[in-house]
């Protein structure tokens, strides 16, 4: 970049605001008025270093103000506006990943404004951190944090709580520091008289210049912490929006954090807009939070997702309707004329069609018996085929019955091939948020054999309407991508009768005999016995009935 000494005289002629470092010369001033300012603020100050922002250029004194070089014309600003490529906002957070569509997408070179709303103790800002702490990790972005609500060191704390190797900067309203040094700024307002609109727009304009100054090759984005806070001129009820255009203009993005009963709240104006919210369960005690994306581009998941405050960070569990969304297509979907068998020859030949023995890709299966009729031994045979299946690489196996101790003794021969979901204590939406990222992690190869333990436990997890709506997207699910599914059920249960209406197949093991029964098939109700399950040793075989030749 190269360097140009000008004088002060040469500076006080340039039309437009000029600053000098927080003092604000106006624009109307004459020349000689301006030389005269700047010369009395210099004599004020004692530093040795400063910095004059115009709109012409920049420029930068390093001996009491005697000498200017100028370190960026309008050309070089022009280039380092547009010079930076799109990014997303985000986080390791795979359910705020996923109902924001990979990521709030931010254009540098247009400016991109996200609103995120919400009563007291929704976790907004919590939210906004953990988004910025990840961000900072990665890219080259430079992020002024301004606070109307809560002390700077508070909020520094929680940056380094998600992110240790950042070191922020944190300076009060009145700037005493007069350079940036650190790619966090937080500014701290809490206890400011009067922060008017006029001044924050003011000094953000400062703010940003002066941030480019020194992270020349980093994108900028502004947070405006309480926005609802800043004093408004009654007669401009929507000058807000001026604010939003100013940092636009500027090309850096824009984070406003508000109260959502706030009037001037800028969703109109904003690319990306979310609403948190809590509230009391009838007739008790707890409360229940929600995030709305009330505003998006394509590719995120718009309406209410539940979500959980912890230690590590906000936890969103995406809801059911977005989960419905169609599937990403997997490269090794098999056939679906091919079948995934049980290896027990009398059983996979009852299921099969068209001489193809065994439950066929993207079917789904209802095996139902009281405890102790061989259940988990046939569940087994069919977990452990998949080690003969040459283009199947793992199973799928959730569990509303036991724990991953159980699940490592009990198939320990193939367990490594075993992707397994712990789901006793969590949601519908949670599991099948789960199964869909096992299934589609690639990396780990194909997945097209899965079994869910326990569908009977929903009864006490969840109302009819929910337990109805998971089990018609699991199987819709299943289908799309060619997964031959098994939902295993205890007792008489309303899930399991749910689900016994919209499966492929139903078989049926009873107590006293331990006789198979084929009761669904094709989609079609039947009743055709199949014979009595026996063992011996590892081996399942299915025995004919007594007298009857079957």
Partial sequence: MAEETVSLEAIAQLPGLLRLDDYVIDADLSPSEKLSKLEARLEACSQAHFTIIADAGSFVSTDYGCTWTRILDPEERKTLKTGHSPFRLATGEPGIKY?????????????????????????????????????????????????????????????????????????????????????????????????????????????????????????????????????????????????????????????????????????????????????????????????????????????????????????????????????????????????????????????????????KYGDTLVLDGKPGTGKTNLVGNYLRACLEARREKRVLLVSYRFGEEYVRERFSEFYNRIAFIDARNLSASETLFLIRRHVEQQSRGPLHRAVIFGIGVLDVKEPPEIIHQFLRILKEYFYRLAIAGVLVNWDQTLARDIAQNMVTSVVHISKKHGIIRLKRKNNYPVDEKLGIISYEGDRIKILQLPGTGV
Avoid at 350 to 357: D, F, I, K, V, Y
């Fill in 99 to 359: 109902v924001t569509g990979g990521g709030i997408l931010f254009d540098p070179t247009h400016g991109t404004t996200l609103t995120v709303g919400g009563g007291a103790g929704t976790g907004k800002t919590l939210l906004v951190v953990q988004l910025l702490a990840e961000l900072l990790r990665h890219e080259r972005v430079a992020c002024l944090y301004y606070t109307l609500n809560q002390h700077g060191i508070d909020l520094k704390k929680r940056f380094l709580r998600f992110n240790p190797g950042l070191e922020p900067q944190v300076v009060g309203w009145k700037l005493n520091e007069r350079v940036f040094e650190k790619s966090l700024v937080i500014i701290s307002a809490r206890d400011a008289p009067d922060i008017t609109l006029e001044k924050t727009r003011n000094r953000i304009h400062r703010d940003i210049e002066q941030m480019r100054l020194c992270n020349l090759s980093c994108s900028i984005v502004v947070v405006i912490d309480g926005s609802d806070l800043i004093e408004m001129p009654e007669e401009k009820p929507h000058a807000f929006r001026s604010l939003i255009k100013e940092v636009r203009s500027r090309t850096a993005g824009l984070i406003l954090i508000q109260s959502s009963t706030d009037e001037r709240r800028a969703e109109n104006e904003a690319d990306f807009a979310i609403c948190m919210s809590k509230r009391a369960l009838p007739n008790s005690t707890d409360m229940v939070t929600h995030m709305e994306v009330v505003k998006a581009k394509s590719g995120a998941h718009r309406g209410l997702h539940e979500y959980i405050i912890e230690n590590q960070g906000i936890k969103v569990i995406p809801s059911l309707k977005s989960l419905e969304d169609g599937a990403r297509p997997l490269r090794h979907v098999l056939g679906r004329q091919q079948a995934a068998c049980f290896n027990v020859e009398a059983f996979d030949y009852a299921l099969g069609n068209h001489g193809t023995p065994g439950l």
